[in-house]
Structure formats: C-alpha cells, structure tokens
C-alpha cells in the first residue's frame, strides 16, 4: 500500500506537466499481421503501366502494388483511413484522387473527412476540402483534363445535411460547385460518363439514413434515390425518369455507362421493394428495359456494375459472387465466387488490355492478367478489420479476435522462427468479426462470440467446434420490437480473469456460466433502458423514444480484474450498470454527461484500485465526431470527463489502465492511440510509427500494448517500462529508464532457407534486453555497458564507435542487412537491445546464418553464448556520472533447466571460445612468419615455410590450424544454439583440439 500512495502522489504532482515529445522517441510499433486481407471497397489500375494498381480499403487507407498485385504498399495514412473512392487522371496518371468514407450502409460503416490529392502517384497528398461530406460514393475525373473532376458525396450517415450531392471543380479541388443538391436526407453515390463523349455524365441518388442502434430491419427507401443526367460535364442536371424507369420510392442505385451503336448505353442496379434488379438503357436513360428482375441483385451494401470497356454487350455485376453478362444482362454466369459470399465491391478492366483487371471484395483486392482465368492472392495485405481483442497467459502469449467477413484469429506474439508467418496463426473456430476468448486454465479451448448470439467453443487439439449459445434462435438484423432476444453487430462475450472464470454473454440481458458454456443462467434484467410502460413504439421511431421502445443492447461487458462478484456493463443506448454481487443487485451509474444513445464502447474497471474505472463512449452515430473518456475514482458515483488532449474531431473507441503504474492510461479513437500520464488529465500522442488507423481494442499484456484496428490488422508495443517512468517522473538530466525483466531467447531458431523478401511477415519484438535512456541535450560522448553479478562487462557499447564488422562474406542481397551503430547521443530518448549474448568468439572468419529475416541484421556465426539467467546491471556513463538500473535475465519457460545445467552448458562454450582464440592467436603469428619469410629464397627458408604451411594446411596424418578453425568455429556455432549440454562427442573432439594445437 505504501507504493501505491507514493506512486499516486507522483501521479498527482504530474497533473499540468506536459511529457516532451522526444522522450516517447523510438517506440516502434510493429504489425504482427495477419496478412490475411479485409475490405476493399474500391480499386483502379493505371493502363499507361501495366503492373500499377491501387485500392482503397474500408478501414486501411490507400495501397499501391506495381507488380500486379503481388506485393502492396500503403501510401496514404493522412487523413482518414475509411476509403469510398478512387480516381486516377487518364490524361495524367501520377494525379490520384481519393474520397473518404465508405458508401456502404453497414452497421461498421467508417465516416472520412473529404478529398485528397496527389500529383506523384501517392508520395504526397493535399487536403482538398468537403470535409463534412463524410461518405464520398464515388470520384470521375474528365479523361483530358486531369483538374477537371466531379465528386458524389452520400453525406453523413446519421444525420441531415445539406452537403450531399454532386461536387464539381475545374481547378484540382482547389474550389468546388455544389452542382447537385438535393434534399438533407440524399446524396450521390455513383458517377459515370459515356466513354466516347465526357460531357455526358451520369449521377446516381440515394435516400440513406442510419441510426444509433443496429437498423438492417429499416429500408433505405426514398424519393431522393434516382438518377441524373448531365449534358455539360456536371455543370447541370435533369432526373432521369425515362419510360421503363420504376416507379415509387427507390433504394440505393448503381450506375456504369458505356456506348453502343452510336448512342449513349447506361446499365442501372436499381435497389426498389418490388422491381429491383438490373436494367438497361440504350438511348442515354430516355427508355429503359429490366434485363434481370433479380431484387438480390441490389441491396444497400451491393450495388455496382461494371460494363466492359471494348464490349458494351459485357456487364459485370458485384455482389456475393462476381457476375457476367456477355449479353447485355439478359443472362448471368458466376464469373468468380467461393462458398461463404466474397463479396465484391468493385471492378476495374483495363480500357486499353481488358484481360487486365483488379477486383474489390470483402476478402480483399485481387489482380487478374488474363480475363478472370486466374488471379492474385489476397493473402498478402494486412488490412484485417478487428473489434475484440483478447491475449493468453501462454509464452509467447497469443493475441485473439474476430476478424470481419473473414473468420477468426488466433496469433503468435513472437515467432520462434525470426518473423510472424503464415506458420504462427490459425483460425480460431469462431465466427467472423466478434470476440474470440481465451479459457485462463486450458489454452487449446477457445470461446467465439458470433452474429445474433452465437456462442461456440473451440478445441483446438482436434478441431472441434460446438455451439454452446444459451439462445439458439438466431435474431441478428431483426427489427426489435418482434424477438425476444436483442444483439448489435458485436455479441459481447467475455470471461472473468478471476477464478471460477465465469463467462458471460450479452443481449439486451447478462447470461453467465461457470461450468464452460454447458449451462447459462440469466443474471439481469434488461438494462439497456427499454420501459414496460413504454407507448406509441411502432411504425418509424423518433431517437428520443427508441431506448425505452426496446432497441438497445449490451454491446460491452467488463468483469473486475479484482473481485469475481462485480461486472460491468455498458449498452449502445447510453447507459452504465455494474453488479458486485455476482448480478444479484444493479445499480445504474450513468453519469448525466452520457447522453442517450452515447455508445459505451469499453469499460475498464482499474486493475489497481477497485474504486476506479473508466470508459470510452463513442458519440459518432449520433453524428458527433468528438472524443468522451470518462473516470470514476469513487465506484461510479461520480464521474470526470478526461478527454483533454484527444483531438476534437476524433470520437472515443477503448480506454485502458495500465495493469502496473497507477494513473498511467492508454486510448485508442476513430483515428490513433494516446497516452495519459496523469490519469486522463492531460492526453498526448503514442502513435509514433503506427499507421492512421481506427483502433477498436487494447490490451496490456505484461510489459506490452496490444491494439487491434478496424482495418490495419493487429499490431502490438514492447516495453511500456519507459512510459511507467515517465508516469513518475518526466526527466531533465541524462537519464537511464528501468530495464525489464528479459527472456532468454534465441532471435530465430530456423533451420530451412528463409522466406524470400516477398512473403509478408509480421515483425518479431526485440530479442534480449531493452535498454532505454534519455538524454536532454545532444552532442556528448556517453558508453553503456552491462555487468554480471560478478561485476564482469559482459557488453558493451559507445556513441564514438560503430560496432566492428566481423570478417564474413556477404554472399546475398543487402535486403538482409541492417548492421548495428554506433550508440545514439542526440536529444531525446533512444532504445538499445543487448541480445544477451557474451563477447563473440575470436575467429580468422564466421559465416552468416540461414535464420534470416527480410529487413532485420542477418547474425555472423558464432555470435557469442547467452548469458545465464540471472541479475545484471546497466550502466549509462555521460560526463563522468554513470546512470546504473539492474534487472534480471530469466529462463524460457518453456525450458526446464537445472542451474548446473545451465553453467555447463556456458562453462563449455566459454571453454570452446578460449580456445579459439588462442588458435586465432596462433593461425596469426603462423602466417606472420610466413610473410617474414616471404621475401627469402634459401633453402632454409624453404624448409621453414613449409612447415609453416604444414602447420596451417594440416597433412593426412595431422589436422591443420585452418581445419581445427573451420571445425571449431562450427562446433561453437552449433553449441550456443541449443539448450542443451553438450554431447560426449562434442567434448571429446574439443579435449582434442587443446591438445593438439597446444603442440
């Protein structure tokens, strides 16, 4: 308790003081992957260079490959990271445009923030306004002036708005014409233009509202869903309400126009409740014929065709599978689809090579060079959409979660084998996009959340997967008021960390189970706000009556890390509720700050004190983009609003406490993550090298921050320790930060031929020691170095020396360099890692390892033993004042190794190191005498080199100094790889090898 109070009492006195910025330098944030893809949205090729492509992606920004899709590059994490549109200039294709926030009306659907521009093919970007757009369905840009561009934008989701419609600019976005405008409740959502005439442009309308709760059971009908012509490029428009044309409100409307016999052909997906389908018109949309009376064919999240661009009798119509019509859409063949739905989305043909296409869908962005024959992988972009995160008590501990439209996740945080692959995660048994829940005493059983309350319990040693869902009527996308049971987009599951590790599952009411999901009991009332006196709840509801109509659920569910009994629960329509009673009682500790329909996004009752908790509210579907944390340090009573800091057009999504340093925060919005020092007083940024992304969830694993995002896949922090000092004290003189606790770990134990640069990988942590200073001014000299218990230097480092190359040769690309510097001593804080090896062996030449990793130093063999578990201590020395910290070096715990086990395992590798370096000593002063020598011819001087070189080559009878080097070295190679004592064979020839050359 005492450490407690001195550690809040210098929480305290930090409230006001700001953290230099440079003191947060060199945390590197690392994507661990997977590189399975998420959703993309859109996607476009360049027909001037074949091989250029680029997409955009619901949550992931722009990406960039130029080698057909094999390799992707992201180049746009400026503004938002939700992409509804792309365009590049015919005329000028290093001229991108990109419109952010995606059209589809899907309960996750993420808002943009206008318009950019880039004119070096995505190198830099410029912010060109219609920031309040939210959702842009779609950008055309004129085929001969690249500044020419027209814009549709839907407009914001959740709210009227008068900026809906169609945009147009003559000068590259630098001012913008309103030139469609509509009422407050539609906007455009589609563009096209007849390819043989540019000023015949064509806009489709759409009447699109969301709501706070999940609304799938309410069309998207209206009378401002249609389409629009334009006979001057945009400038003006007309409805088009040509014969043939539906009658009655429409939904959404996609459009792709191309020519035919001399006249302007439009083919329509026309979402409607009774003749939706695709249609047809071959007079420039004055009379229009139904080719497919198909309503599946168009919903809210399908709605675009693609004509082919030499063909105008070939369609193509996106959707669950990618369709093809060959005769102007009177029939439809799969064109491409697997079981499950891959949802496309989009689908660009190359106008100048048709066989040269990219396609959009749920699953990812595809490349096709040969007309749709075959097609790229989507196994090779990490823009994974995730929501709940979860992580283990296993070593390395592994990170879970439902990953949208694709499954589920279950991911190493450290490969064994260099760099997170394809052989590090599996599927986790669960379904897509919801939690997926570690059980705390089997680690091979898995519990997966799922669409409308599925609960499933996977066995990972077989495979197994059973649904243990207490309610086994599925209602997900149902209208409310006609179930019984009520769940969002998430099903919330979770599971105490507290024994008996009750799991709990939530509807619009708590269920628990402590016997693994075989039973379930109800806990609680419905406590999200729905009144049994409630009246007038049918037909279309206003938002002020919707919560007590019944339309809100749990949506996070929060058990204490310190008492088994109290759970917390927060609900999409604005309310706070906890039990300390195992659900017996609840009390409602809504704060009046929370307004109705404020989504409570993620409590976390504090891990240190069980008075505090915290939570994150996301006000965005009301259409308020603005961050709102709040604090209880009274259980609830009161609360705080600590979102001072957070950027004011970012909104909340997770808030957590860090499980060591109390007043020590972590924040994740719409947009980054952000660090609190002084309890949520005062916010700063902690996203250093992570993307623009939204980060759903956050976890403190140990020493590590663990975040999944909505559309960046996972990625994860090593060693907080500098940030828990900082929380204590902010530095101003040369200052050495706490090491942590260090694993024994090899940096890669593979054996096969490295996975070649083009695989993707996720990033493996640092391996060894973590050894962080900071330093208030640049310029001075200053040495680190790390002692054993004994006091020997066992490492050492210094800023006016750049670690010596060893003598290896380089056979192989520079991919697979990165080679050590010299220690930094510029302002600011700065990361060394000590691999725990000692001093390498002395060698005449090492060669480097096949355990190689893409863009990581590839290790010179022999490199050293490691070290023994146990204490060490670092010391900083800087202007004749040393900075010491000490920490403690621990076993694999995968291992189980006796502490004379261990020292003989050293003992023989540091015997095996003085030898050779007494044979280096001796191979040196051999071939010195021999270059004496060099310069005399007499006989004696024959005699004498020859036995000299007798001595380095060896004979049949006798091994040379250059052999026993050669075997030696690889002797110590193969012995400081493995925990393992060395073998009887491995003894002897080293007895061996000191005899002999000792004579």
Same mark, same amino acid.
């Given at each position: ?45 360049? $027909? ?13 920004? !722009? ?7 094999? *390799? ?72 001969? =002036? ?9 407009? $914001? ?39 043989? *005439? ?6 489709? &309308? ?5 709501? +706070?709760? /999940? ?49 302007? %052909? ?51 119509? @996106?959707?669950?599978? @990618? ?9 439809? &063949? ?21 066989? %040269? ?25 990490? &823009? ?13 501990? %592994? ?40 059980? +705390? ?12 309350? =599925? ?105 204490? +890390?310190? *008492? ?15 039990? =300390? ?6 009390? *409602? ?5 929370? $307004? ?20 994150? !509210? ?73 993307? !623009? ?64 640069? #083009? ?25 680190? %170095? ?22 290896? #040769? ?28 000692? $001093? ?6 090492? #060669? ?122 690889? /002797? ?28």
């Amino acid at each position: 308790m005492r450490t407690l109070l001195c550690s809040l009492a210098l929480v305290s006195s930090l409230v006001g003081a700001a953290v230099p910025e440079d003191s947060l330098n060199d945390l590197d944030w690392r994507l661990i992957g997977p590189f399975r893809a998420g959703w993309s949205t859109v996607a476009v090729g360049v $027909p001037t260079e074949p091989g250029r492509y680029y997409f955009g992606a619901a949550g992931g920004g !722009v990406w960039t490959s130029s080698d057909y899709g094999h *390799n992707w590059q992201p180049i746009f994490d400026q503004g938002a990271p939700s992409i509804g549109a792309l365009a590049v200039a015919h005329s000028n294709p290093k001229v991108l445009y990109v419109g952010t926030g995606q059209p589809q009306a899907r309960y996750d659907v993420a808002a943009g923030n206008g318009v950019w521009r880039s004119d070096d093919a995505g190198q830099h970007w410029q912010h060109l306004g219609l920031t309040d757009t939210r959702h842009i369905g779609e950008i055309w840009v004129h085929p001969e =002036r690249p500044d020419t561009v027209l814009v549709a934008a839907l407009g $914001p989701y959740y709210a009227d708005s008068p900026d809906r419609g169609v945009y147009r600019s003559t000068d590259g976005g630098r001012h913008w014409t309103h030139t469609l405008k509509l009422d407050a409740a539609s906007g455009a959502v589609d563009l096209g233009a007849d390819p043989t *005439n540019p000023d015949i442009v064509f806009a489709a &309308t759409w009447t699109a509202r969301n709501y +706070p709760w /999940m609304s799938y059971f309410t069309p998207m009908y209206g009378e401002g869903s249609g389409l629009y012509r334009s006979t001057d490029g945009g400038q003006h428009w007309t409805r088009v309400q040509g014969e043939g044309w539906p009658d009655g409100p429409l939904g959404r409307v996609g459009i792709s126009v191309t020519h035919w016999q001399g006249q302007t %052909r439009v083919y329509a997906l026309i979402d409607h409740n009774v003749h939706g389908g695709l249609y047809r018109s071959d007079d420039g949309g004055q009379h229009w014929q139904v080719v497919q009376a198909d309503p599946s064919l168009t919903t809210r999240y399908f709605a675009r065709v693609t004509a082919h661009p030499t063909d105008p009798d070939q369609v193509f119509v @996106m959707g669950r599978s @990618m369709k093809v019509s060959k005769d102007a859409g009177k029939t439809l &063949t799969i064109f491409r689809g697997s079981p499950g739905g891959d949802d496309y989305h989009d689908l660009w043909i190359d106008p100048s090579a048709p066989s %040269r296409m990219i396609a959009a869908s749920d699953q990812g962005t595809i490349v096709s060079t040969n007309g749709g024959q075959s097609w790229s992988d989507w196994y090779n972009q990490p &823009t994974g959409q995730f929501y709940c995160l979860h992580v283990d008590q296993q070593f390395p501990y %592994r990170l879970f979660a439902g990953q949208q439209d694709n499954g589920s996740v279950a991911i190493k945080s450290r490969s064994d084998f260099g760099a997170i692959s394809f052989r590090d995660w599996m599927p986790a048994g669960a379904d897509e996009r919801d939690c997926v829940v570690p059980d +705390p005493d089997d680690p091979n059983v898995l519990y997966g959340s799922g669409l409308g309350g =599925r609960v499933s319990r996977f066995d990972a040693r077989t495979g197994d997967v059973q649904n243990i869902t207490p309610l086994l009527v599925n209602t997900y996308g149902r209208d409310p008021r006609t179930i019984d049971q009520r769940f969002s987009w998430i099903t919330p599951l979770t599971i105490s960390p507290v024994a008996p590790h009750a799991l709990y599952l939530g509807s619009q009411s708590v269920y628990r189970s402590v016997d693994r999901g075989a039973t379930w009991q109800p806990i609680s009332a419905d406590l999200t706000g729905r009144s049994e006196t409630a009246e007038t709840c049918q037909g279309d509801l206003p938002q002020s009556r919707a919560r007590a109509c019944g339309f809100g659920v749990i949506f996070n569910i929060a058990p204490s +890390p310190l *008492n088994a009994d109290e759970l917390w629960v927060g609900t999409d329509s604005g309310l706070i509720q906890r039990t =300390r009673d195992g659900g017996k009682t609840w009390q *409602n500790l809504t704060p009046g700050i929370l $307004p109705e329909w404020g989504l409570v996004a993620r409590i976390d009752p504090s891990p240190l004190n069980a008075e505090h908790a915290y939570v994150a !509210v996301d006000l965005h579907r009301m259409n308020r983009f603005e961050p709102m944390f709040l604090r209880t340090s009274d259980g609830g009573k009161t609360w705080t609003n600590i979102s001072d800091g957070i950027p004011k057009n970012e909104f909340s999504a997770v808030i957590r406490a860090d499980v060591k340093q109390p007043g020590l925060l972590y924040a994740g919005t719409d947009r980054s993550v952000y660090v609190s020092f002084d309890d949520g007083a005062h916010w700063q940024p902690l996203a250093q090298s992570l993307p !623009v992304a939204w980060v759903r969830d956050l976890r403190v694993v140990g020493n590590d921050l663990a975040i999944a995002t909505q559309g960046r896949a996972l990625w994860i922090l090593d060693n907080v320790e500098r940030l828990r000092a900082l929380a204590q004290s902010v530095p101003t003189s040369p200052t050495l930060f706490p090491v942590a606790d260090t694993w024994r770990l090899r940096k890669s134990q593979n054996k096969d031929t490295p996975l070649a640069a #083009e695989i993707p990988l996720g990033k493996n942590p640092p391996t060894g020691a973590i050894i962080e200073y900071y330093l208030p001014e640049s310029g001075d000299a200053l040495s680190l %170095r790390v002692k054993d218990a004994a006091g020997t230097v066992i490492f050492e480092r210094s800023s006016e020396a750049t670690p010596e190359a060893v003598p290896a #040769e380089q056979y192989f690309s520079d991919l697979y360099r990165k080679p050590e510097q010299a220690l930094p001593n510029t302002r600011g804080s700065h990361r060394v890692i000590w691999n725990l090896r000692h $001093p390498r062996p002395l060698a005449t030449a090492y #060669e480097y390892s096949i355990a190689a990793t893409a863009g990581v130093e590839t290790s010179a063999l022999p490199e050293g033993p490691l070290a023994l578990p146990g204490r060490y201590t670092v010391e900083l020395l800087l202007a004749g004042k040393t900075e010491r910290q000490s920490f403690e070096v621990k076993l694999d715990p995968r291992l189980n190794l006796a502490p004379a086990q261990l020292q003989h395992i050293l003992d023989f590798n540091l015997e095996l190191a003085t030898v050779l370096k007494q044979l280096t000593s001796s191979i040196g002063k051999t071939e010195a005498a021999l270059s004496a020598l060099a310069s005399r011819t007499d006989a004696a001087a024959e005699t004498e080199r020859a036995a000299l070189q007798a001595q380095l080559d060896g004979d049949p009878k006798r091994r040379g100094l250059h052999s026993w080097m050669e075997v030696l070295s690889g /002797m110590a190679t193969d012995a400081e790889s493995a925990e393992r004592e060395p073998t009887a064979a491995q003894q002897q020839l080293l007895t061996q090898a000191k005899t002999a050359i000792a004579h």
